[in-house]
């Protein structure tokens, strides 16, 4: 279990993390969601004691972090370059942590050959990693990490050097491996949608702050504020801002009906927020808010269409599935799902969730 | 990078300690204690108090060696580094003929500096020395050992065959890590060879030439091998450089206490200069983030 | 602005190639069409950034020729081809202001400076950079660079064509959306030829009017978004189009019924296909779950919840298929799976066999 006591880290005159604390279960898969410089890299160095906080402690099963030597720290990191030892075979690569822990050679054997096995690499396993493509290069350093069986493991956006469709593969691998060791995973990342895709907890970083930290899903249902919202949206999430006059949304110059479900909300300023699929040219078929807009652009992937609207300076974007042409400037009525809408009160808190997708 | 704290690491440091107390700062501290005191050396001392100082500072002959010492790095920073640059331009960035302009460019540096001072003498003499002799042949008088101008142009000669490598070497490894994709951008930009240097290779080596400068500021400055061995400060004391000079003091003459103050003021002088070179140099083109440049 | 041709265009990068495998470029004939967005969009290695080297100018090809509107310029250097390229980290003058940057290019063409202040200052609107105009380019930001990259090339008068190398490669997520909107933007309003080199099939399909999609130096094919989805004309354009791709699933087909494992499925057309590896295809978006006896019964192995649908992997007669649940489905009890006819797609030795052919 790793432990994280009000954690901060400052460099020169900036903070870098501000009072971090969190608690990683063993067997867990964190994610640290956030943009760059947000302070993933950052909390993670922390986490492996090779940076030490400024203030706060950090307890690995209550020890403290800090004060060990390098040998006795049992992390293992993958970083987003791939990092091999360039003049050795993918199977000495594998082998070489275990080589320096001086386990038998027989069970070095046993366990390079599983790990391979895992990270389908054994065809490779006589070739230096220059002969190898990125994402085999990147295979070699996770099998690396896997085998030292370590208590924990960080893996810092290990994926944002690979192809598209490389990536998609490896993050349908990892939470695989994941569930083999039992150690604790960390695992940072600026996409969304990978977040997701790995499960396990969340934790959205902000510049060094944790703004949540709960099980991936929740996160993304019901985001604590604005700002985790829209750390967790890709596409971003659309954000309009209105007030609350009885029964009636006010923005600007157009007026909505509030949705039932809303109707007990003081008579304030708030942001609402909808993701791009909950806006539709198309009417749904529950409750909606109509806004009249402009369109501003198209995209179309073939199987969805990503449609750019402006309304009253506000850009919004719609994502329907299907191919939808619609002319550039052309006004048209878009539609927000009334049951799927976010309420964030004046300083962005989260007052109002939508239930209706997900486990609440 | 915080590293956890080990009080072993105090081990590794003792023996560089002990090395560098003996050959550097016990000596440091010797010159500070003479200069402020008369003596023979015969371990009596007499308090001088800053008399040295005041000496020192009102003497023709510091403040001309001084002089020297500022023309002579002035020459020799104008020439080194233009013509580093425009050598670093030209060397191949890849194929075969790297590793052969890289070694040709290292030779001169790995010459002890009395040997090239050695060299040079010998280069220079009109009997046995090519230089000497074929400038002898075209009817030029050429004599360093008699003659200023001559003195004063083959030392600096001596010092660019010597030096110029240095910043050569250092340009090099700085425009060699220049992405292609620049010069690509170029090239659709339509820009010429100059526009291509000025804007793309001279800020890029920038951090490169700011230490190519400081070093050789600072070595041209306290130079002292070479012209000693060349012309020994000579002829009268037309190069006869700080460094030259204090060593005549202190060994020659015996006067510890005033050289040891004029090593001192030596000391000050260049570490004075060489901050602001860094300074201003490092904020030379660099914008804080909220500043505006006039069009 | 230019139509382009490739002329049985070939490279290698070998001096001697012997076979075909020696070229990372294979033989390539085709044209493009002034004013269009292409996207050429294939896995690392596949052969994208040589075409689009060949094309600025950057590489010659071993064989075969480029032809800009007709003419010949396989020989001439990029600067004599008038093309504009933005590479995949930005490429700008640290010492000058964005404002210098842009008139840069026009400063060296010697255009007169009335023009030259007047079409920079236009350009500096198009890319909202009117705040930052007069500042140092070193201090902005990734997105604000590759802007200034994109504008050099557009703000010149004689630009035949733009080509993008993987220019949001070092974009933030959320900065990558906005700028490729602007991208899109940009070419609407300027109607330039542009050509976009990527891996993300996301940018390339909201970019591009026509997509080429490539693998190991070969055109596999080229469409508009929709086409590539619906028909692919290879497995490996099932694959990599879309998110999840294509389920490619062996089978044996009988005129109107594939045979796959003990089960049949039912295919909107008949075909006679002997011998020969045939394969079909389904999109996991028209592959549905229900509890509906009739559909063939699967194995649910994984269900992964990615906000807005789900995907679920089920096992079907021993292969692994994709299905997609909208966000508020659960997967049904003794769930059965259905595919829906007239999106089936047959193939054969990998290609697409079309009805009627």
Known sequence: MLELRSVSKKVGRDWHIKDVSMTLEKGSVNILLGPTLSGKTSLMRLMAGLDRPTSGEILMNGTDVVGMPVQKRNVAMVYQQFINYPAMTVYENIASPMRVAGVDKATIERRVREAADLMKLTPYLERTPLNLSGGQQQRTALARALVKDAELVLLDEPLANLDYKLREELRVELPKIFAETGAIFVYATTEPQEALLLGGKTATLNEGLVTQFDDTIDVYNRPSDLLTAQTFSDPPMNVLPVRKSGAEFVFNTSRFDVPASLSGLRDEEYTIGARPHHMSLQPPTGKSMKLDCKVSTTEITGSESFIHLQSEGIHMVALMHGVHRVGIGDSLPAYLDADNLFVFDRNGSLVFAPGSNGHG | ?295 | MASITLDKLAHSYLPNPQSDADFALKELDYKWEDGGAYALLGPSGCGKTTLLNIISGLLVPSKGHIRFDGQDVTHLQPEERNIAQVFQFPVIYDTMTVRQNLAFPLINRHVPQDEITKRVKDMIDVLDLSDKADRKARGLTADEKQKISLGRGLVRYDVNAILFDEPLTVIDPHMKWQLRTKLKDLHRQLGHTMIYVTHDQTEALTFADKVVVMYEGEVVQIGTPEELFNEPAHTFVGYFIGSPGMNVIPCEIDGKTARVGDIQIELSDGYSLAGSKTELGIRPEFVSLSSDKSGLPVRIETVENIGRFKIVRANLQGHTINALLKENEEVPVDPTMTFEPSRINVYQNSHLVRVGA
């Open chain 2, 1 to 295: 990078m915080d590293k956890p704290y080990n009080n072993k690491a105090w081990l590794f440091v003792i023996p560089v300690f002990i090395l560098v107390a003996l050959s550097a700062i016990i000596p440091i501290m010797t010159v500070v204690n003479y200069s402020f005191q008369d003596t023979f050396g015969n371990n009596q001392f007499f308090w001088a108090g800053t008399e040295w100082f005041q000496d020192v500072l009102r003497s023709d002959r510091f403040w001309n060696a001084l002089g020297r010492n500022l023309i002579f790095s002035l020459i020799i920073l104008s020439i080194e580094i233009p013509l580093g640059i425009a050598i670093a331009l030209t060397m191949p960035k890849k194929g075969i003929w790297v590793p052969v302009c890289l070694v040709l460019m290292a030779l001169p540096l790995l010459i002890p500096w009395n040997v090239v001072g050695t060299i040079w003498q010998i280069f220079g003499r009109a009997d046995i020395g090519l230089l000497g002799y074929a400038l002898d042949q075209i009817g030029i008088e050429y004599n360093y050992a008699s003659n200023v101008f001559d003195a004063w142009a083959t030392i600096i000669l001596m010092d660019v065959w010597h030096w110029t490598s240095l910043v050569v070497l250092l340009c090099y490894a700085g425009l060699v890590s220049i992405p292609e994709a620049y010069y690509q951008a170029a090239k659709i930009d339509g820009a010429s060879k100059w526009s291509v240097f000025r804007y793309i290779q001279l800020p890029k080596i920038r951090g490169v030439l700011i230490i190519a400068f400081l070093l050789r500021f600072m070595d041209s400055f306290m130079i002292y091998t070479e012209p000693f061995v060349l012309t020994g400060g000579g002829p009268g004391n037309s190069t006869t450089f700080m460094s030259i000079d204090l060593v005549k003091q202190a060994i020659g003459q015996f006067d510890l206490g005033p050289a040891a103050a004029m090593s001192l003021v030596y000391q000050l002088i260049v570490l004075t200069i060489c901050y602001v070179f860094f300074t201003v140099m490092s904020n030379v083109g660099v914008d804080k983030p909220d500043a505006r440049v006039e069009d």
